[in-house]
């Protein structure tokens, strides 16, 4: 049974096309569904997983009309299942994440050959893109349930699984209603707990707490009312300007400055797009009791763990690693716990090697158009500028302070000093690197929209290359003596100041006692953090 006779004049009325109406009006459904859902007492998990399979069918069966991919999805999610309960071995999760890789990989190919991206249909690789992170990261989970717990990190215990799920409950997890479609994923573990209700059981005060905490709806619906706000800036100015404009006559008519300007106004209303779906998703799951974080020092329930992003961190940015941590944040948890740190020999550190194979996979799970890896290759490239700057310019512009002396504050055995403020140097460097940020970030990106080897080139050619200056013009500076240069100043400061500080204290003068930026420390951390 179809519903097409619903959604086509629909669809007629508001001027969009069928599939995307289809699609808002399923993430917009999960809200009520969601209220059902978290109804459903958490002694009867049986019912919440038939809840989630129906809902889910639902959506993919009468409302999307896809049968028989949502059949190649339910095979995916059997072979899966299969494989993690009888592969013991280690190779067991790299098994399971090369099938689904690659049945996706295919799925990808085939659309590019028989479809056209920009024709504005919902297709199986979306949902297979959510379900891919899905089950790759349950193989590993699963491995790191088998293995000692001194061998994993953090995050690795607190996701493991030690209980093998039945199938009912694998299916439950697999097509849970409310990021079935766009995303995003969560862990098994995080949906075990979501359907027997142990995310609610945090201690804190004298005061018994509700099962459910409060806030919940309020949170779920203000979600919605700023999702809609990002569609209606989506719906109402993409016509009109895009990353497609610079592909137009009409651009090429601007100045240069001004091409540049309308860019960056693309690059938002591009991304209002993706604000809005998965804000969407954020208010559906936190109705179904997904998100919860705990409360605050004041008692007051915090609702942010379904966040897949961070629009305020994302337009106003104050460097390019706060910007990727705050895009598509689940897939960016993937990547690195599926990827960046399975591909990292144990003992060693993570580096070059890894972070391209991490981008290479990043850019196979989006698809196969050129303009994905025009861009990974790109932000690559970008990733080794900001750090590099990260650790030579930055220190610069910071306070400079000598290490620890033997002497300590009055009254204090390990007090810390007092915080300065930030120089004018400090301030510029911010600015600075915020409007670098989104000129790059908008550069980097167009060809991910416009996803034609052709165009893309044609884009960028319009903007007279500007980013590929900003990104190579100061790697030949590091990489030819530069960074030698600039570190080699921040040390002579360093040294400096820590003769001072050592004359001042043998006079009897406190010197200040903070410790140099930790600028190795910062290298990595930066490593760590890819999209």
């Not at 915080?419 to 510029?428: C, D, I, L, R, W």
Request: charged share 15%; proline share 7%.
């Amino acid at each position: 049974m179809s519903l097409d006779f619903f959604f086509v004049p629909l669809a007629a009325k508001v001027g969009a096309s069928l599939d995307q109406v289809k699609l808002i009006t399923c993430l917009l459904s999960s809200y009520p569904l969601g209220s059902l859902f978290i109804r459903i007492p958490s002694s009867q998990p049986t019912f919440k997983h038939l809840f989630s399979i129906a809902v889910a069918s639902f959506y993919f069966l009468p409302v999307l009309n896809h049968g028989l991919a949502f059949l190649s999805l339910l095979g995916d999610v059997l072979v899966t299942y299969v494989v993690a309960r009888t592969v013991q071995g280690p190779r067991m999760p790299w098994i399971v994440f090369c099938m689904m890789m690659g049945h996706l990989f295919v799925n990808h190919i085939e659309r590019a050959v028989n479809g056209d991206p920009f024709d504005g249909s919902y297709h199986i690789t979306g949902p297979q893109m959510v379900l891919v992170m899905k089950l790759t990261t349950f193989a590993w989970q699963v491995w790191d349930g088998r293995r000692a717990v001194g061998d994993l990190d953090k995050w690795q215990t607190k996701m493991r699984v030690t209980k093998f799920p039945s199938l009912l409950e694998f299916l439950g997890f697999s097509l849970y209603f409310p990021g079935v479609l766009v995303g995003p994923y969560l862990e098994y573990a995080t949906y075990s707990s979501l359907t027997d209700g142990t995310p609610f059981d945090v201690t804190g005060g004298s005061e018994p707490r509700r099962q459910i905490p409060n806030g919940r709806k309020r949170t779920a619906y203000r979600k919605l009312l700023f999702a809609l706000g990002y569609l209606g800036v989506y719906m109402g100015v993409a016509p009109q300007i895009s990353f497609h404009t610079a592909v137009t006559d009409w651009f090429l008519e601007q100045g240069l400055p001004y091409r540049i300007l309308i860019v960056q106004i693309a690059g938002f209303v591009e991304r209002s797009k993706y604000y809005g779906v998965w804000t969407l998703t954020e208010g559906a799951s936190i109705l179904t009791g997904l998100g919860f974080t705990g409360y605050s020092p004041s008692g007051a329930p915090i609702w942010n763990g379904a966040a897949n992003v961070d629009a305020w961190k994302i337009e106003a940015p104050e460097n390019f690693k706060g910007l990727v941590d705050s895009w598509n944040i689940k897939t960016n948890v993937w990547l690195r716990e599926c990827v960046y740190k399975r591909v990292t020999p144990k003992g060693e550190k993570a580096g070059f090697k890894s972070s391209m194979l991490t981008y290479l996979t990043s850019a196979v799970w989006h698809g196969v158009s050129p303009g994905y890896y025009l861009t990974f290759l790109l932000g690559g490239f970008v990733t080794t500028v900001a750090r590099l700057a990260r650790s030579t310019i930055r220190p610069l512009v910071l306070p400079v302070v000598p290490q620890s002396t033997d002497r300590k504050p009055a009254n204090s055995h390990d007090s810390k000093p007092p915080q300065q403020p930030a120089s004018v140097f400090k301030t510029m460097y911010d600015v600075a690197g915020t409007v670098c940020t989104v000129l790059l970030v908008n550069f980097t990106c167009t060809p991910f929209v416009l996803l034609y080897l052709s165009d893309s080139i044609e884009a960028w050619h319009r903007l007279r290359w500007y980013g590929l200056w900003m990104v190579f013009g100061p790697m030949a500076f590091f990489y030819g003596g530069g960074a030698t240069l600039l570190k080699g100043i921040q040390a002579e400061r360093v040294r400096r100041t820590n003769d001072t500080a050592t004359s001042t204290s043998g006079s009897g003068t406190p010197g200040i006692l903070p410790t140099v930026p930790p600028l190795d420390e910062v290298f990595c951390e930066a490593e760590k953090k890819l999209s």
